[in-house]
T-cell receptor
């Protein structure tokens, strides 16, 4: 099956710093990537939809200046948590959807997630 | 928006038991996803199905489009099956975004 990686898997940072999380589709081109946030024992919450070459679409209540998303290529999307605060501590997960071509479809492939802890 | 309900929320079983997890949704869909999340957090896509039944190893997923209901079955359960199982369906009006169920925490005891 298709593989999506995330880096780093775990990061600890101080308040006020920025953290960048990478999401890569390793063996397919993903025109659309999704960023989710998950609180302990809660379900995934969609933060934004990222389309290659265009601005991300953010869900209501998600600050675009706080969570910067860049989908610079068909295999890479990044989420930058700017001026991180302890309340940003969470599990961040990306998923990628096949783009056009013979492998297009509605199936999403999920990354392993990144655990962010802000001290 | 599509509403998704999963049951049960928590399930404890003995090794070898047959497991069933249910998922109901409110708006007609093109396909439903079953996901598995292990304690470390990583999510694995188990199935995407739009009709009938799919089988992969000891896992079986069924869907009834008319009744807006899907089930995930695990035969001969094993402790390594212990995880959170999540169903997800497209949000109404968008085939791309998913709405997730709250998940079923499965614990299989040896």
């Amino acid at each position: 099956g298709a593989v999506v990686s995330q880096h780093p898997s775990r990061v600890i940072c101080k308040s006020g710093t920025s953290v960048k999380i990478e999401c890569r589709s390793l063996d397919f081109q993903a025109t659309t990537m999704f960023w989710y946030r998950q609180f302990p024992k809660k379900s995934l919450m969609l933060m934004a939809t990222s389309n290659e070459g265009s601005k991300a679409t953010y869900e209501q209540g998600v600050e675009k200046d706080k969570f910067l998303i860049n989908h610079a290529s068909l295999t890479l999307s990044t989420l930058t948590v700017t001026s991180a605060h302890p309340e940003d501590s969470s599990f961040y997960i990306c998923s990628a959807k096949w783009g056009s071509g013979r492998r297009s479809g509605n199936e999403q492939f999920f990354g392993p997630g990144t655990r962010l802890t802000v001290l | 928006k599509n509403e998704v309900e999963q049951s049960p929320q928590n399930l404890t079983a003995q090794e070898g038991e047959f497991i069933t997890i249910n998922c109901s949704y409110s708006v007609g869909i093109s396909a439903l996803h079953w996901l598995q999340q292990h304690p470390g957090g990583g999510i694995v896509s188990l199935f995407m199905l739009s009709s009938g039944k799919k089988k992969h190893g000891r896992l079986i997923a069924t869907i009834n489009i008319q009744e807006k209901h899907s089930s995930l079955h695990i035969t001969a359960s094993h402790p390594r099956d212990s995880a959170v199982y999540i169903c997800a369906v497209p949000s109404s009006g968008s085939a791309r975004q998913l709405t997730f169920g709250s998940g079923t925490q499965l614990t299989v005891l040896p």
